[in-house]
T-cell receptor
């Protein structure tokens, strides 16, 4: 059975801290891994990672994929209260188009 | 770009009635649309995958007669919860993809069944 596991499930830090969110996966026919940020409503797209070792960056957020060890990390530097959200990691399966999501990491940034 | 809308954003209905939720891709044609369900403090659970003009593919454990999906065009998919019961109360989210990879999510519909 395809499985995506995120850790930690919950994280509380102070504004300005750097955080690393983890996502490991066990799926057949891996195609790509996607990160989303979910605040009050629906998830917003952050990154899609297909190749190993290539960092994707957007402002203070960055992410990288390791296809050998089957995991990805999402880094957020100089965190702000607006980064508080649930961060979801999902994997796409070849030929199936569907996303298999992990449980999510609830990140809280305290001022 | 890549905006997906849902309507309504929230709905309250009586037990036994049916509720229709619309999902539209506003600025792109979606080859495929997806319907998810999310319980409080839980992740998204895929219910079904929908391609325009064909029958939806339901995930294991999802009753296709209860959750009717119609994908009338490349920009519109509807989910009808038939004979709703309180246990159907949940947050329903759709997503759409134009390239089969990145999914763009709608704002979700919160359904409360009394």
């Amino acid at each position: 059975e395809d499985k995506v596991v995120q850790s930690p499930l919950s994280l509380v830090v102070h504004e300005g801290d750097t955080v690393t969110l983890n996502c490991s996966y066990e799926v057949t026919n891996f195609r790509s891994l996607l990160w989303y940020k979910q605040e009050k409503k629906a998830p917003t797209f952050l990154f899609m990672l297909t190749s190993s070792g290539i960092e994707k960056k957007s402002g203070r957020l960055s992410s990288i994929l390791d296809k050998k060890e089957l995991f990805s990390i999402l880094n957020i530097t100089a965190t702000q209260t607006g980064d508080s959200a649930i961060y979801l990691c999902g994997t796409l399966i070849q030929g199936a188009q569907k996303l298999v999501f992990g449980q999510g990491t609830r990140l809280t940034i305290n001022p | 770009g890549a905006v997906v809308s849902q309507h309504p954003s929230w709905v309250i209905c009586k037990s036994g009635t049916s509720v229709k939720i619309e999902c539209r891709s506003l600025d792109f044609q979606a080859t495929t649309m997806f319907w998810y369900r999310q319980f409080p403090k839980q992740s998204l659970m895929l219910m079904a995958t929908s391609n325009e003009g064909s029958k939806a593919t339901y995930e294991q454990g999802v009753e296709k007669d209860k959750f009717l999906i119609n994908h009338a065009s490349l920009t519109l998919s509807t989910l009808t919860v038939t004979s709703a019961h309180p246990e159907d109360s949940s947050f329903y989210i759709c997503s759409a993809t134009m390239d089969g990879d990145t999914q763009y999510f709608g704002p979700g519909t919160r359904l409360t069944v009394l």
